[in-house]
């Protein structure tokens, strides 16, 4: 366990209230301000392989957020007071800020009522406005970087890694290549581009995203694709993925996402303006957290093994939960709707023309042949309920509106219980079918086979 410092230059130690990868953070009295303060403390190795090229890199940081934060004045700003780079130690003394990132909040049971999550956004608007007014850009809008607290008091953090856009970029010391983080980079600074105000706009426009939907606008299984996605997919619509959203947030998210840098918000206080528009249609009253219960029960069944926790929170959102009493018809044969469920809780009976098929448990899905049938889009199977019955009623008119990750997740999951079932009823028909014909020789490799010409 590392030993906590009594004093960093002239700073007493209080506490450790938090660690990085490259620095510790430690709250500490200050000899020149009455309140406390925050100090972020580095050490330095160059004895360790790879660590003095990394000190440098430190290095520069630390002096580009020393120059950068001097220039900035604003509540929504962490303010630095202090900094020193020594031989074998650096550290920034900056204002204490008691408040936690906004990484809690961008997981879907943890989502903020949309008029805070609006608020909070807002003031990171204003903020990244007067830093651009300054000339400086901070190129790694992130959750992470940004903190929060109970009254939705907003600070932006780390503007070590920003752009002093005035400078050149090959003589700026301040730029550092490399930095953002993935999923919230601009187009243009994935591609390698000259970088202004807008690249911020567009990571908040992420971030807001993020922040209402509970999850990324755009996802990937590698790196490649996420980029690909980036340059060239269109983002989902966020009130389809929370339908509590106003519509009018998809215009405000789709400028705030624009590739082509001459649509996107011209600045901060333009975007800031058009969030205040929605903020006022939002009745506060109306907010409903969601059901950790239910999604504690789907997360426990087989179908949905499958599914990430963000994808499971969708379908929550886009599927309807049914309650029925005993020997209910739920889907008759040759019925034209497509609606499917999955047991929740009770049994269901599958039968045709009057001849039961099969008896499904929790867990599992019936209905789906209408939904895969695409050309009569008819139920081949009357389904019945055996007992009270709990079941996911699934209308494919709001899957359609569903991510691509969810409706890909449910395509690959039923396509696997259909495929299952026909093997388990072709087993049944084999108990009471003749023997089967048994070759006299194995079928021929292709060194075997034989070309026939026409």
């Not at 709250?27 to 406390?36: G, I, T």
């Amino acid at each position: 366990m590392n030993r906590i410092p009594d004093r960093i230059g002239k700073y007493r130690i209080i506490r450790e209230i938090g660690r990085g990868a490259t620095a510790v953070v430690y709250l500490a009295e200050s000899p020149d301000h009455p309140e406390p303060v925050a100090v972020k403390h580095v050490r330095f190795d160059d004895k360790v392989k790879d660590e003095a090229k990394w000190n440098r890199r430190v290095i520069k940081l630390l002096k580009a957020e020393r120059v950068v934060a001097g220039r900035l004045s604003h509540p929504n700003i962490i303010r630095i007071f202090d900094a020193s780079i020594e031989p074998e130690q650096a550290y920034v003394v900056m204002e204490y800020f008691p408040g936690g990132s906004l990484e809690r909040y961008c997981s879907f049971e943890q989502l903020l009522p949309i008029h805070r999550t609006i608020g909070i956004v807002f003031k990171c608007c204003m903020a990244l406005d007067h830093a651009y007014r300054q000339g400086i850009v901070h190129r790694d809008i992130k959750p992470a970087n940004i903190l929060v607290d109970d009254q939705d008091n907003v600070k932006i953090t780390d503007f070590g890694l920003a752009l002093n856009i005035n400078k050149k970029m090959d003589t700026d010391s301040t730029f550092i290549m490399g930095v953002g983080s993935p999923a919230y980079m601009s187009p243009e600074q994935i591609k390698g581009y000259p970088l202004n105000q807008k690249t911020d706009l567009y990571s908040l426009g992420v971030l807001l995203f993020h922040m209402l939907t509970g999850r990324l606008p755009f996802r990937a299984s590698n790196p490649a694709q996420l980029v690909y996605k980036i340059i060239n997919a269109d983002p989902p619509s966020v009130s389809q993925l929370n339908p509590d959203v106003p519509e009018q947030m998809d215009a405000v998210i789709r400028k705030a996402l624009e590739k082509d840098l001459y649509s996107r918000y011209r600045n901060g206080a333009e975007f800031a303006k058009d969030l205040a528009a929605v903020r006022y249609q939002i009745l506060d009253e109306n907010y409903v957290p969601p059901d950790a219960a239910r999604f504690a029960k789907l997360r426990r069944m087989a179908f949905f093994t499958e599914f990430e926790d963000v994808d499971l929170w969708e379908v929550m959102r886009i599927c309807a939960w049914r309650k029925v009493d005993p020997e209910v018809a739920l889907m008759r044969e040759g019925d034209g709707d497509q609606k499917f469920g999955i047991v929740l809780e009770g049994r269901v009976e599958l039968s045709i023309e009057g001849r039961r098929v099969l008896e499904l448990g929790p867990g599992e899905v019936f209905g789906v042949q209408a939904w895969l049938d695409h050309v009569e889009h008819r139920h081949m199977l009357t389904v019945v309920s055996l007992d009270e019955l709990s079941y996911l009623e699934v209308n494919p008119a709001a899957l359609a509106l569903a991510s691509e990750e969810v409706l890909e997740r449910f395509r690959r999951q039923i396509s696997t219980v259909v495929v299952r079932r026909l093997a388990a009823v072709s087993r049944q028909l084999a108990a009471h079918a003749p023997p089967a014909l048994r070759p006299q020789r194995a079928a021929p490799t292709s060194f075997d086979m034989q070309l026939l010409d026409d």
